[in-house]
């Protein structure tokens, strides 16, 4: 068998395009190999977002090149295909994100196969191949955006909104059920404007007619009898439709909203779609219906013209609002993006600043929050066991990106299985939990 290495870098939607090219690697009767010594060809997904991630990206390929010396470029970055090609000339090939086929020839041109592709031994499970634990997955159901946020190159990259058809996303989330997923995470670039660009025209999933909109996704997810998490959710007015069910216990009470500013200011200066809604208004509702819902975001601090009293309206919404997870950053020019042009852009040191006070302020709230859980009882999925304890997550927590729940337990606990603990103790992020023996 030929023998591919594979790294791949960025957001959950890059490593869902990874899934899918080792996939069809392995159906042609590669062999996924762990080291670069027994590679005969290396695959680096890249990452193009902002400049740091760019530098991460360009420094794999280099590393690929220094240890295997045959490597195909692929992802984000590779839609600056001459910029790479200039500091890394020896590459095979460069692609852009989600041109599958094209990577794929591309390691059958390099790397031919041996002998042919025998589907008795050249095994694949139904689910494809996943890079995430077997338990959780993510389902991806467009690619591309229609928004031109003034920070962002993401359009120019992955192109315009194109939805999948929803029979498709329900026939994948069923069979990666059935591989023993116990939470499905939807993502997007926009996960709330899924189907307008069908005119959320309607489909069909086991016969049973679904219209290719947020809502009646969920509703169907919900039937399948998993966690259901949402990520990249825009605040529109018709997302308050999606709170009843998270009330109702259909799918999780947690929404990821990238609100990124609190300054109306700012916000117009981001071109942030949404942007003129009453967002304080809009999560008061929400917790109205749905009380235990845990509300996820994330910010830019140092955007070009942010001035101090913009900072300070940043900081007032967030005690305001008091979210429960929130991620920070501090602004990156990257190359194409609108915003390079603003006047005002704000020096290194004082994005530091306002990124300390940002986190600062942040850590009281969720440090508040998740105090406010201790000798509650909780519903956590086990993760991982480690030196003997359960390392875990709540409805309220993501994989990756938000806390943990650290499980003390008389009785084994296993990976990918549901337990009820009662939490003991907060820190500003995780908790300590002990389990509840039924």
Same mark, same amino acid.
């Given at each position: 068998?030929?023998?591919?290495?594979? !790294?791949?870098?960025?957001?959950?939607? +890059?490593?869902?395009?990874?899934?899918?090219?080792?996939?069809?690697?392995?159906?042609?009767?590669?062999?996924?190999? +762990?080291?670069?010594?027994? $590679?005969? @060809?290396?695959?680096?997904?890249?990452?193009?977002?902002?400049?740091? +991630?760019?530098?991460?990206?360009?420094?794999?390929?280099?590393?690929? !090149?220094?240890?295997?010396?045959?490597?195909?470029?692929?992802?984000?970055?590779?839609?600056? $295909?001459?910029?790479?090609?200039?500091? %890394?000339?020896?590459?095979?090939?460069?692609?852009?994100?989600?041109?599958?086929?094209?990577?794929?020839?591309?390691?059958?041109?390099?790397?031919?196969?041996?002998?042919?592709?025998?589907?008795?031994?050249?095994?694949?499970?139904?689910? /494809?191949?996943?890079?995430?634990?077997?338990?959780?997955?993510?389902?991806?159901?467009?690619?591309?955006?229609?928004?031109?946020?003034?920070?962002?190159?993401?359009?120019?990259?992955?192109?315009?909104?194109?939805?999948?058809?929803?029979?498709?996303?329900?026939? #994948?989330? #069923?069979?990666?059920?059935?591989?023993?997923?116990? #939470?499905?995470?939807?993502?997007?670039?926009?996960?709330? $404007?899924?189907?307008?660009?069908?005119?959320?025209?309607?489909?069909?999933?086991? /016969?049973?007619?679904?219209?290719?909109?947020?809502?009646?996704?969920?509703?169907?997810?919900?039937? &399948? /009898?998993?966690?259901?998490?949402?990520?990249?959710?825009?605040?529109?007015?018709?997302?308050?439709?999606?709170?009843?069910?998270?009330?109702?216990?259909?799918? &999780?009470?947690?929404?990821?909203?990238?609100?990124?500013?609190?300054?109306?200011?700012?916000?117009?200066?981001?071109?942030?779609?949404?942007?003129? *809604?009453?967002?304080?208004?809009?999560?008061?509702?929400?917790?109205?219906?749905?009380?235990?819902?845990? @509300?996820?975001?994330?910010?830019?601090? /140092?955007?070009?013209? *942010?001035? *101090?009293?913009?900072?300070?309206? &940043?900081?007032?919404? &967030?005690?305001?609002?008091?979210?429960?997870? @929130?991620?920070?950053?501090?602004?990156?020019? @990257?190359?194409?993006?609108? +915003?390079?042009?603003?006047?005002?852009?704000?020096?290194?040191?004082?994005?530091?600043?306002?990124?300390?006070?940002?986190?600062?302020?942040?850590?009281?709230?969720?440090?508040?929050?998740?105090?406010?859980?201790?000798?509650?009882?909780?519903?956590?999925?086990?993760?991982?066991?480690?030196?003997?304890?359960?390392?875990?997550?709540?409805?309220?927590?993501?994989?990756?990106?938000?806390?943990?729940?650290?499980?003390?337990?008389?009785?084994?606990?296993?990976?990918?299985?549901?337990?009820?603990?009662?939490?003991?103790?907060?820190?500003?992020?995780?908790?300590?939990?002990?389990?509840? %023996?039924?």
């Amino acid at each position: 068998m030929s023998t591919v290495g594979f !790294i791949s870098l960025g957001c959950p939607k +890059a490593l869902v395009d990874s899934e899918r090219i080792l996939t069809q690697l392995r159906l042609d009767g590669y062999k996924i190999s +762990a080291s670069y010594e027994e $590679a005969e @060809v290396v695959i680096v997904n890249t990452c193009g977002f902002i400049d740091s +991630a760019k530098a991460e990206s360009l420094q794999a390929i280099g590393d690929a !090149i220094s240890e295997n010396g045959r490597v195909i470029v692929t992802g984000c970055l590779g839609v600056h $295909a001459d910029e790479i090609r200039s500091i %890394h000339p020896q590459v095979l090939s460069v692609t852009g994100p989600q041109q599958y086929e094209q990577v794929v020839r591309a390691v059958h041109e390099h790397a031919p196969m041996t002998r042919g592709h025998d589907p008795f031994t050249d095994l694949v499970p139904p689910q /494809g191949i996943k890079l995430t634990p077997r338990h959780y997955a993510y389902l991806k159901i467009s690619e591309g955006c229609n928004h031109r946020c003034s920070f962002c190159i993401i359009p120019s990259m992955r192109g315009k909104l194109e939805s999948r058809e929803i029979g498709d996303v329900m026939k #994948e989330a #069923e069979g990666l059920v059935r591989a023993g997923v116990k #939470e499905l995470l939807v993502i997007s670039q926009d996960t709330s $404007a899924y189907g307008s660009d069908r005119k959320y025209k309607t489909g069909f999933w086991n /016969g049973r007619p679904l219209k290719t909109d947020m809502y009646d996704l969920c509703v169907a997810l919900a039937t &399948l /009898g998993v966690w259901v998490r949402l990520h990249y959710v825009y605040p529109y007015p018709h997302v308050d439709r999606i709170i009843p069910l998270m009330a109702a216990g259909k799918i &999780l009470p947690y929404l990821d909203v990238p609100f990124q500013h609190g300054s109306p200011r700012i916000l117009k200066l981001m071109r942030r779609p949404a942007a003129t *809604e009453d967002t304080l208004v809009r999560i008061n509702a929400w917790r109205d219906i749905c009380p235990e819902i845990t @509300v996820r975001s994330t910010f830019i601090v /140092g955007f070009p013209g *942010e001035t *101090e009293q913009d900072f300070q309206d &940043l900081l007032a919404f &967030l005690e305001q609002a008091q979210l429960d997870r @929130v991620g920070c950053f501090q602004y990156s020019p @990257v190359g194409g993006a609108k +915003a390079n042009d603003l006047p005002g852009h704000v020096d290194d040191e004082l994005k530091q600043d306002r990124w300390d006070r940002f986190m600062q302020t942040q850590a009281g709230i969720s440090a508040q929050k998740l105090k406010n859980r201790v000798g509650k009882d909780l519903d956590v999925l086990i993760d991982e066991i480690k030196d003997g304890q359960a390392i875990a997550r709540s409805y309220a927590d993501a994989p990756d990106i938000d806390g943990n729940v650290f499980v003390h337990s008389d009785s084994p606990l296993k990976p990918g299985e549901f337990a009820r603990v009662r939490v003991d103790r907060a820190g500003d992020y995780d908790l300590w939990a002990t389990h509840q %023996h039924l």
